[in-house]
């Protein structure tokens, strides 16, 4: 825990030039680490536009792999991985986007399912 003894903290001065050293001792390792593992919305929201946008990246792969008469089995294998591990928004427009690009990609999958069907 944080603290600063009482009889410094009348006098700002002693504690800056102590340095805080004597302050710092009684902050744990673990409670800094916890700290750190807050999955603060601001924080997950970030995570979500980044995997969104590896999504989007990854659709247009998809297309290129396509029109270059590839089959794109690989690409439908990474786009089923990133569509297993989608983190959920917390912003609500973030959300709709990140549901919108995961439904195009539902689509694309079950598309190809259904070419691939005798």
Do not use: Y
Not at 8 to 36: K, R, W
Not at 52 to 67: F, G, H, I, K, N
């Amino acid at each position: 825990m944080f603290a600063i003894p009482m009889d410094a903290a009348d006098n700002p001065a002693e504690v800056h030039a102590a340095g805080g050293a004597a302050c710092m001792t009684d902050v744990s390792l673990a409670s800094m680490l916890a700290l750190q593992e807050v999955d603060h919305p601001t924080e997950r929201d970030r995570r979500a536009r980044r995997h969104a946008d590896t999504m989007l990246d990854e659709l247009r792969a998809l297309q290129l792999s396509l029109l270059d008469g590839g089959d794109g089995a690989a690409g439908l294998q990474r786009l089923a991985v990133l569509m297993g591990s989608l983190p959920i928004a917390t912003h609500p427009g973030l959300r709709a986007a990140t549901a919108s690009v995961a439904l195009r990609i539902e689509l694309e999958l079950v598309r190809h399912a259904a070419e691939m069907k005798p």
